[in-house]
């Protein structure tokens, strides 16, 4: 069983970065690839960027390219988001997720989830 609980978010202005963080316990990570995604107000949730434990290869939304990364920490199962010159359209609860298998932007192809944080960007 793996538990991931998010932290870091909060209410910025646009322009302002945050980073989100994913702590995750329970099982080895070594062949998982760890994901954020995101769901704003009347939208789907929607993949954000995944990194690969193992190789720490990552990937990213075209949405989100160039203003954010992801990283790991495997000392401390951690999972970080830093995200710069946010804007208001990126407001949504954001949400780690844990997948057994190799890379996906599939939001119905992870295994598990955090309960997600909330980050809220004013204009």
């Known amino acids: 069983q793996v538990q991931l609980v998010e932290s870091g978010g909060g209410l910025v202005q646009a322009g302002d970065s945050l980073r989100l963080s994913c702590a995750a316990s329970?099982?080895?990570?070594?062949?998982?690839?760890m994901g954020w995604f995101r769901q704003g107000p009347g939208k789907e949730r929607e993949f954000v960027a995944a990194?690969?434990?193992?190789?720490?290869?990552?990937y990213y939304a075209d949405s989100v390219r160039g203003r954010v990364t992801i990283s790991r920490d495997s000392a401390k199962n951690t999972v970080y988001l830093q995200m710069n010159t946010l804007k208001p359209e990126d407001t949504a609860i954001y949400y780690c997720?844990?997948?057994?298998?190799?890379?996906?932007?599939?939001?119905?192809?992870?295994?598990?989830w955090g309960q997600g944080t909330q980050v809220t960007v004013s204009s």
């Open positions: 997720a844990a997948r057994l298998r190799g890379y996906s932007s599939g939001r119905n192809d992870y295994d598990y």
């Open positions: 990194v690969t434990w193992s190789s720490g290869t990552r």
């Open positions: 329970g099982r080895s990570f070594s062949s998982y690839t």
